[in-house]
Structure formats: C-alpha cells, structure tokens
C-alpha cells in the first residue's frame, strides 16, 4: 500500500518550498502590475504555477490562485484566450474544492472575459452558475466576494453582472459601459434596478 502525503499536514522540501516561496512570486507579480510592468508580472506568475505544479500539482487550491492571477493579468493585457485558459483552469480546481468565495471571484472574471467578448448571455450565465448564494460583486476592488442572488442588483441594461451596492455599480461603470448593451432574448427577465 503506498503512503499518501499530506501537502498540508507534513509537505516534502519541495511541497514547503513551494507553499511559501509561490504565493511570495505571485505577490511580487502583483507589486510588478501595479506598478505597470505587466510582463514581469506574466514572468513571476509563471514561475510560480511551474514551481507549484511541479511540488503540490495542478489541482492544489494553492496552484489556483496562481492560474486566476494569471489569467486576472491577461484580461489586463486583453489576451483574452490565455486569461481563459487559465481561469478555466483554476474554475476546474475551484469548482472541487477552496473557498467558495475564490469560485465566485473565478466565475466573476470568466464573465468579465465574456463581456470583454461581446458574450453578454455567457457573462450572465457564468455568474449565476454561483446562485443562489454564492456570487461575487461585480466592481473587482470590492471586498463582497461570496453574496446571495437575492441581495445583489444587476445592471438595468444588459443584466449580465451583479453589484452589491450603487457606489460599485458607479465605480464599475468605467470598465463596464464599453461593454454593456441589452442581451437579445433575455431568458431570464429579472429587473432589479440600483
């Protein structure tokens, strides 16, 4: 009978190494963004999926949050079939196990991929794949990432993303309006107003 190891109750040198050493790369990727070198981000965030595939494996919920990094990063870069590879890579880890708040922000960013598409029924579609408890605001600065259907509104217009509040709504609307139109044959005729 073979012995299974534990990555988090007694991790080998390299499951350690890359437990600690990972999240460290996809922090610097984050200080790189923001500080405007988006390929040095890709470069530290690839690094760290390849260090933590290789010690904890592609369906640890540690190597998902390097996959949504990336793929958060290439929708900034509107690489749009790269940042859906690897959201859909972490969706895939996400949907099995972690925290139900990161599958509604992985959801959340699929569905900003599809309005970016001009695939507003998609976007809508995504999101509520979440309902009806689990679905993150849609203003990506705000900390609401795990909400009821019930307690959200969606845009009046094409209803394909959900807020909390109107100041996100507002704070979205920046990002949002190159996007938003009416969705055709709207299935779902929900109109919750902000």
Known sequence: ??????????????????????????????????????AGA????????QMKEASVGADHVS???????????????????????????????RERKGPKSDLATTRDDLGRLF???????????????GAPYNIACGNFNCSMLQNSLSNLSRCSVCKA??????????????RHKKYCRRIENNVNNETSHL
């Open 42 to 49: 890709e470069r530290k965030h690839i690094e760290a999926i």
């Open 161 to 174: 993303v959900f807020y909390c509040s109107q100041p996100c709504q507002r704070a979205d609307w920046r």
């Open 115 to 129: 309005e970016m598409r001009g695939e507003l029924q998609a976007a809508q579609e995504i999101r509520l794949k």
């Open 63 to 93: 190597t998902a949050i390097s996959y949504n990094g990336l793929g958060e990063l290439y929708l900034k870069m509107e690489l749009l079939d790269k940042a859906e590879e690897y959201l859909n890579q972490a969706l895939r880890v």
């Open 1 to 38: 009978m073979a012995l299974h190891t534990n990555v988090n109750i007694n991790p080998t040198d390299a499951q350690a190494v890359a437990l600690t050493h990972g999240p460290a790369l996809n922090n610097e990727a984050l200080r790189l963004e923001r500080h405007g070198d988006l």
